[in-house]
T-cell receptor, first 113, second 113 residues
């Protein structure tokens, strides 16, 4: 049973719309991450957070923004969606401490038309 | 500059045979390695991991081997089953409480009945 939840699972939206991808976890993890993944490509880190009110940009530049007002919630927002934002977005969290693997959500498949 | 490389995009094996999935890395600071399994439209799920102080870790049908001098690791699945058909991602961490995972591009494994 998943302890990290992403909604929506699938989203088709028009260019220029504002969207928020939701991610929540019930494990009390401090560290949370957003990855972007296209078919046949590696997962690219776009945002991460080490706790409430802490957010950092990842290795891959992204036009999205994130917030971390509560430990369990780490939403990602695109102010104006474009076709180049079409991708799968994966949220993950992990326990503090070295060498703990991530727990991933089921992902959001975003298509911008 | 890819730090984790999975150079074979796909592998097809017969049910009951061994599957060997390879992964190479370039960053000598990596000291913890993980394998994730991913089905289409799902998030990756943790499979097995290995610390750099070991050269082998086994969990049921899954064994990971690490060759630090060659900066190479491999995942062995014996015997392979049709349900193992998925994309397998190799990931690496440089340790520490705030470490982040770096992923390879993944290998698509197909197990033929």
């Amino acid at each position: 049973e998943a302890d990290i939840y992403q909604t929506p699972r699938y989203l088709v939206i028009g260019t220029g719309k504002k969207i928020t991808l939701e991610c929540s976890q019930t494990m009390g993890h401090d560290k949370m991450y957003w990855y972007q993944q296209d078919p046949g490509m590696e997962l690219h880190l776009i945002h991460y957070s080490y706790g409430v009110n802490s957010t950092e940009k990842g290795d891959l530049s992204s036009e999205s923004t994130v917030s971390r007002i509560r430990t369990e919630h780490f939403p990602l927002t695109l102010e104006s969606a474009r076709p180049s934002h079409t991708s799968q977005y994966l949220c993950a969290s992990r326990e503090t401490g070295a060498n703990y693997g991530y727990t991933f959500g089921s992902g959001t498949r975003l298509t911008v038309v | 500059d890819q730090q984790v490389k999975q150079n074979s995009p796909s592998l097809s094996v017969q049910e009951g045979r061994i599957s060997i999935l390879n992964c190479d890395y370039t960053n000598s600071m990596f000291d913890y390695f993980l394998w994730y399994k991913k089905y289409p439209a799902e998030g990756p799920t943790f499979l097995i991991s290995i610390s750099s102080i070991k050269d082998k870790n086994e969990d049921g049908r899954f064994t990971v081997f690490l060759n630090k001098s060659a900066k190479h690791l491999s995942l062995h699945i014996v015997p392979s089953q049709p349900g193992d058909s998925a994309v397998y991602f190799c990931a690496a961490s440089d340790g520490g409480a705030n470490s982040k995972l770096t992923f390879g591009k993944g290998i698509t494994l197909s197990v033929r009945p």
